[in-house]
């Protein structure tokens, strides 16, 4: 269901590809005309908002979100007020979503912004929200006493009566309200979202989401423009739309790329190998992940990028995705960060201008080939919603009138294919000019197929046809035997690690369950 809000100000947008100049123009604007008034850019990283310090010749005021969230606020706010004469403030997204989360409810926060010029650089994630579980009912009672204040409406969700809704504000403005998810909660009973109450064999269940209270500053700023690849599609954009009825526009033709970089050139030079045809996650990659390793030091032999997942336990089962990728590619690959944003030194000196004695030190280990221009990436990075997240989520949208297919799609999309386009274009598709074959792996046709359709129309798709395996369901009993056994003869937990193979942390919880049966 659409919402219609006639007096809402639109959301403009950019959306570009990576290394079209849109943050470059921006940069620009900023050190050729100066700036008029006040100017907050909002980027996704430290490391960015340093790349932008670095060259903006204005005075900047960073603002960091290492510290606490109350730290993070109270200086933004600072930095806002009439008597701060630096103009141009850097933070991060998380920075401006706890400043918005906190001025939805207070209107001086909201004129702060009256005369502030806001950029969003890069998107951040559509969803505002939280699903929290209580074991017993009498904590549930005794943690969520608002649940009195709620009213169950069609389709099941919880809405704040609004009869109660002083009750509520006090009782969010509170310091006992002060766990990170329940002030979730309770912030978007108080925008009009429902709380989903279930229960479970596990326990009690309350679910709550809205859009990221960061888009409500395009409502209170003097003007707002949101700048990334793939933005038209975005979660965010979709909910300022949809949910908030906010009217999603272009940004002005000034702030716009220039045509002839708008689009990757050459790219029947791409050829896009994909590892899985159906939908790919981090369990059924498990699995062949060490073939796939092997396909990389066979195909891409050296000189190349590779992105993964942090080591995870999947089902009781340790998933070693940096360990084993750093062991067997490190030699003769360069790691990069899933979140592979700002300036690209890997793209060869026709982009970036680095020297081989700078990017060494810059901490480039492979200096040659990025001089040169990576031109073989593999990105190994998979996020998906686990099901049970899913099913919860899915019952939420049916209670908002969500279309839930459509929030997903656009999750998805942002969270694995936009983010694998960010990686990938750290390599030599920058470069215009380039002449070289260029080879990547990505987890799944699906990626492929939308990296084809959006970004390199005339690529080449290579299926490589790995299979998912079964997982043995009986290897874990078989575990867990194996670990109390070697209890029983009074060994150490660490002692256990060292026998069975097993980490530290998934035997203490075998360890623990252990204990609890025999209780």
């Known amino acids: ?127 505002f929200g939280a699903q929290v579980r209580v074991k017993h009912e009498a904590f549930a009672q005794d ?24 009750q509520m504000q006090r009782y969010y403005d509170e310091n006992h309200a002060k766990s990170e998810d329940l002030k979730k909660i309770v912030w978007c009973l108080l925008r009009d979202s429902a709380v989903l109450a279930e229960e479970d064999e596990r326990g009690y269940w309350y679910t709550a989401e809205a859009a990221n209270p960061l888009i409500l500053a395009s409502q209170w700023a003097a003007s707002f423009i949101i700048m990334a690849a793939g933005v038209d599609k975005s979660e965010l954009l979709y909910r300022a739309e949809h949910h908030l009825g906010f009217p999603v526009i272009k940004a002005p033709t000034g702030f716009q790329p220039d045509a002839h970089r708008a689009t990757f050139k050459r790219t029947n030079l791409i050829t896009i190998s994909y590892i899985f045809n159906e939908p790919a996650s981090m369990n059924a990659l498990a699995p062949v992940f060490p073939e796939v390793l092997m396909w990389i030091k066979r195909n891409f032999r050296e000189g190349f990028l590779y992105a993964t997942n942090n080591d995870k336990t999947l089902k ?93 799609k656009r999750r998805h999309e942002q969270q694995n294919a936009e983010r694998c386009l960010q990686v990938l274009a750290r390599t030599v598709i920058r470069d215009h000019n380039n002449l070289k074959p260029v080879h990547f792996l990505v987890p799944d046709k699906q990626t492929a197929e939308y990296l084809q359709a959006n970004y390199f129309p005339n690529c080449e798709l290579n299926p490589l046809n790995f299979y998912r395996k079964l997982r043995d369901t009986t290897k874990g009993d078989t575990t867990k035997a194996d670990v109390k056994s070697l209890l029983d003869k009074g060994l150490k937990q660490v002692q256990i690690a060292q026998h069975t193979g097993l980490s530290k942390g998934r035997v203490s919880q075998l360890v623990k369950q252990i204990k609890a049966e025999a209780a």
């Open 1 to 127: 269901m659409k919402i219609r809000n006639p007096l809402a100000r639109p959301v403009r947008y950019v959306n570009a590809i990576p290394s079209a100049g849109k943050s470059w123009n921006l940069k620009e604007r900023i050190n050729s005309s100066g700036i008029h008034n006040k100017t907050i850019i909002c980027l996704p990283t430290a490391k960015l908002m340093k790349e932008y310090e670095q060259d903006l010749i204005v005075s900047v005021h960073k603002i960091l979100s290492d510290d606490s969230s109350f730290s993070v606020v109270h200086q933004l706010k600072a930095a806002l007020a009439s008597d701060f004469h630096i103009q141009v403030i850097l933070c991060t997204h998380d920075c401006l979503e706890l400043y918005c989360q906190q001025a939805a409810f207070d209107v001086a926060m909201q004129q702060a912004l009256q005369e502030v010029s806001i950029f969003v650089d890069e998107c951040p994630s559509g969803a």
């Open 143 to 166: 943690n969520f006493p608002f649940l009195a204040w709620l009213e169950e409406r069609e389709k099941g969700g919880l809405f704040l009566d609004e009869a109660y809704r002083e």
């Open 316 to 408: 009781g089962e340790q998933a070693d995705f940096t360990s084993l990728a750093d062991q067997e590619l490190k030699a003769t690959g360069e790691r990069i960060s899933m979140s592979a944003y700002g300036l690209n030194y890997y793209a060869g000196f026709n982009v970036c201008g680095k020297d081989e004695k700078f990017l060494a030190a810059l901490g480039v280990k492979h200096t040659a080939a990025a001089y040169e221009g990576f031109a073989r990436c593999a990105y190994l990075g998979i996020v998906n919603d686990e099901p049970f997240h899913l099913q919860r989520r899915k019952k939420y949208a049916e209670c908002m009138s969500w279309d839930f297919e459509e929030l997903s």
